[in-house]
């Protein structure tokens, strides 16, 4: 296990908290020697002793500190930072929990907890919206109507794969929209869904502004669509947009994991030209489609044809489930989409 010699402590322990609140510097001494401190977001008072403690000693990794949400207060210089996001379909593999089980992937999501004890991913998925919505939320901003903030998160999963409509769906929410904008905040924060910026070319006027939409989690986002089956998902009308958003988290999810930040965008111009992912490698961005067919046809290549025509980087790939095929001329890559933990 790893750091599975430091000593584990959580904040969500009412009696750990209480603890810690009264006396922070005689809590905090009990694990001079380093400690696993987590949802110690919930305890911002902790990091001015943090300070402290670090500047007297060059000793490295004594305190790892984890968190459900995005922290906001800062250890500058002091701590290195890493995303830990829901297990990679290349983590799951390592870990012998699945094979090539696209579907069940896909509908069960990432959390450790579903494939480590084979647990029904619905009735976990369930409890952990209920939790995040009267808890978590709570802690992040003082959200009064909890009950229209769980319909936006409803709408968010309904608009998943989308250019974001702020107006559009603050009317649907019945609010404004600064406070979409507000809300949207607390759910990237709390890594439930990140936004996936526009590529901007100057030399393109009509490109689209406005980001795409994605969920992290794919099981999530089958559990908020009311996607509880296997059977259900294969037919499902989103099925293409689930399977885009599952392969661009996992773009995503392995960069991170290298403890690369990624550089990721898409394309879309006035006219309806479209590239579903653009991945910067060495300053120059290679364009990746998603298709959930099976069966390879030449008009998938239409995106990466039309970007291959206007920009200096002419390679692409495209990801889909059917067989990997010879590329054309060496510039397009047509591969399964197995070959996405190698990206």
Known sequence: MIFGNKPYVSFENPTTESEAISDTEAFLKQYEKGAIFDEVQRMPNVFRYFQGILDASGAR??????GSNNLSQTLAGRVGYLEL??????????????RHELHKIILTGGYPEIWQQKLDAT??????????VQRDVRLLRNISNLGLFNRFIQLCANHAGQVINKDS??????VDSKTVTSWLAVLESSYILYLLQPYHDNLN??????????????????YLLGIH???????????????ENWIISEVKKNHLNRGIKPRMYFFRDSAGNEVDLLLEKEGEPIAIEIKSGTSFNREML??????A?????????????????????GLLSIMNWKEVAGF
């Open 61 to 66: 990794g004594r305190f790892i500190l984890t």
């Open 85 to 98: 996001l829901p297990l990679s379909y290349g983590e799951l593999k390592d870990a012998k929990l699945a």
């Open 123 to 132: 009735k976990w998925m369930a409890s952990y919206v209920q939790t995040y």
């Open 169 to 174: 769906l603050a009317k649907a929410t019945g």
């Open 205 to 222: 006027k009509r490109v689209i502004k406005s980001p795409k939409l994605y969920f992290y989690d794919t099981g999530l986002l089958c």
């Open 229 to 243: 089956t296997e059977a259900v998902l294969k037919k499902h009308p989103k099925f293409g947009l689930l399977f």
């Open 302 to 307: 239409g995106g990466l044809r039309y970007w």
């Open 309 to 329: 025509k206007y920009n200096q980087n002419k390679k692409g790939i495209l990801l889909y489930r059917g067989e990997p095929m010879d590329t054309e001329n």
